[in-house]
């Protein structure tokens, strides 16, 4: 079990301005040989944030079924569960290949900034594909996952493609 928090602030004219406290709680469980539980919650509160500090939620900050900055506010929870394969597929000694199952949720409140309508509580399924860079100095891992948002919003696409590259599997 990993936990992290921090506190940034900037005082101004007598008050604190541009304020976030965040925290996470990361847990890892081998179920198998090759199969590893994992499960992370984390979030933040915000209080004054400037305009270009806004926190969002979407398929580009852990919430993956959504178009990137679905979600804005100044404080959000978050909430992900994955079941990660790994597996001893090593093509051409370039890549390790494992993969994820997961699901995804979070919410997002205060003002965004932009005046957008909140949302409320956002979900999601879905699966991954891992490539882990054997030959690479920076240790990257690719990810490229398929999710589907649990939400009948007629502004998202039935299923959502994301592809990153990430420091964790």
Do not use: C
Not at 45 to 73: E, F, I, M, T, V
């Amino acid at each position: 079990m990993r936990l992290s928090s921090a506190l940034s602030t900037r005082w101004e004219d007598g008050s604190a301005r541009d304020l976030k406290l965040t925290g996470s709680v990361r847990f890892y469980r081998e179920t198998g040989r090759n199969r590893l539980f994992f499960v992370t919650v984390d979030g933040q509160y915000g209080h004054h944030l400037d305009l270009d500090n806004r926190s969002y939620l979407g398929g580009d900050s852990g919430l993956r079924g959504y178009p990137q900055r679905w979600a804005g506010g100044e404080s959000f929870a978050r909430f992900s569960v994955e079941q990660r394969y790994y597996t001893d597929w090593f093509p051409w000694r370039l890549f390790r290949v494992g993969g994820a199952i997961f699901a995804d949720v979070g919410r997002t409140w205060g003002p965004d900034g932009l005046g957008s309508e909140n949302p409320g509580v956002l979900a999601s399924i879905g699966l991954g594909l891992r490539l882990s860079n054997a030959r690479s100095a920076f240790a990257r891992v690719i990810h490229v996952d398929f999710a589907v948002p649990l939400d009948s919003d007629p502004g998202l696409k039935k299923v959502q493609f994301l592809i990153e590259a990430r420091r964790e599997f």
